[in-house]
């Protein structure tokens, strides 16, 4: 791997934090191996950055080395917090994580179908507050704050474009956000954050390319191409909830008709599964999600109704992703959501719908897993991308009274 150049020192040990992130804890023979740094660089490097607190000297390596060469260093996990925040359409998880993307705590508020950005900027402030608390946190140790916001979103300007599930267009929420925390903030797709976090610290790490699909109210995936993010040229590659499946189908909220989102996201599914026949009244079955994920559970049971509406669900599915893999040919797709807790059975209805309409040699497959963090995967990509453009990208602590022009440069 090529090495930044010796004199920009705030690469370097971005260049360095990033190494151990994504690989753990190493030695400074092996940081000096990764980055092609000098080991005297690495020496000056990791010195100042344990001094920060940013590194710590966690134990030897056990592979017979002696001296500093013998001793492992590693990203503490005990002090300094992200804020995280994953905007879903029917609510907000809002967290605090180490960085690490370990997520220390969490609370989850329902939103109604609209509502005013900054009632949001207000809630999410006052949750990251009562979490502070909560953790034993002093406010100083919150170094910045990750959101993975619904809709197009301009990462540069921090700009939601367009989300019309919640009725927002043009909102500028990162301004918004840090006017109110008085921290740097990082907006990004909330998808599009959940495969940032694979592509770092999950299953994606040795991926060049791959998907991440999201399949709940709406249904997005987040796209890494040769190592990085793709945006698109205004924000919104990924959008396969709006592919349409059938012209003549139902309405969607984007205007267009037969939407794949009109036929696999939560809310259809209910509907099929309802006229199935599917009683939905599962124990502590509050919301369209959890009827959704009782669904998936009675067909990983082996219920008959359950798994045609499955198959159905992965039918129309895999119809969407082959388009995704013809574009952009990834050699995995992650699948996310409460209907993936369906497993093989979905699993095996989108493999077969994706191979009869994909575009791939005889001896070529498109691989299909869970997503690493489960339940955590908003939390965790949003707390992965503040962390990477806040703290990483400088090697450094963030200033409070800097927030602002930091995050501006670095997203």
């Not at 990033?18 to 400074?28: D, M, T, V």
Request: net charge neutral; hydrophobic share 45%.
């Amino acid at each position: 791997m090529k090495a930044y150049p010796a004199h920009n020192r705030a690469v370097n040990r971005g260049h360095v934090l990033r190494h151990i992130l994504r690989e753990g804890a190493l030695a400074r023979v092996d940081l000096a191996q990764r980055t092609g740094l000098t080991p005297a660089a690495v020496s000056n490097i990791t010195r100042d950055l344990i001094a920060d607190g940013l590194l710590r000297e966690v134990g030897a390596t056990g592979q017979g080395r002696v001296g500093a060469n013998a001793i492992l260093l590693d990203i503490p996990t005990d002090r300094f917090v992200i804020g995280a925040v994953h905007q879903g359409v029917s609510a907000l998880r809002i967290g605090l994580c180490d960085l690490r993307g370990g997520v220390l705590a969490r609370r989850t508020i329902l939103t109604p179908q609209r509502y005013d950005p900054r009632w949001a900027v207000n809630i999410v402030g006052e949750s990251l507050d009562a979490l502070l608390v909560a953790t034993g946190r002093h406010p100083a140790d919150l170094l910045g704050v990750g959101f993975g916001a619904v809709g197009l979103v301009d990462a540069e300007r921090g700009m939601i474009k367009r989300s019309p599930s919640i009725g927002w267009e043009a909102v500028p929420l990162r301004d918004l956000l840090e006017d109110r925390l008085r921290r740097g903030v990082v907006i990004e797709n909330n998808i599009r954050a959940m495969a940032i976090a694979e592509a770092t610290i999950g299953a994606g790490r040795s991926l060049a390319s791959f998907a991440l699909v999201y399949i709940g109210t709406g249904i997005g995936s987040g796209l890494i191409v040769d190592g990085r993010p793709f945006r698109g040229a205004y924000g919104g590659a990924g959008e396969i909830g709006h592919i349409t499946v059938d012209p003549q189908g139902m309405p969607c909220s984007c205007g267009n008709r037969g939407c794949l989102e009109t036929i696999a996201a939560e809310p259809a599914i209910v509907a099929q599964a309802s006229r199935a026949g599917i009683a939905l009244d599962f124990p502590d079955c509050e919301t369209t999600k959890d009827a959704v994920r009782g669904v998936a559970r009675l067909a990983h049971a082996g219920d008959r109704l359950a798994q045609r509406v499955v198959d159905e669900i992965g039918e129309s599915l895999g119809v969407a992703l082959a388009t995704l893999v013809d574009v952009i040919n990834p050699g995995r797709i992650v699948l996310h959501g409460a209907i993936v807790e369906a497993r093989e059975v979905l699993f095996a209805a989108v493999d077969r719908s994706l191979r009869q309409r994909a575009f791939l040699a005889g001896d070529e497959a498109i691989r299909l897993t869970r997503a690493t963090f489960g339940l955590d995967a908003g939390l965790v990509g949003a707390a992965i991308i503040a962390l990477d453009a806040l703290v990483m990208e400088h090697g450094a602590i963030p200033h409070l009274d800097e927030f602002s022009q930091s995050a501006r440069k670095t997203t």
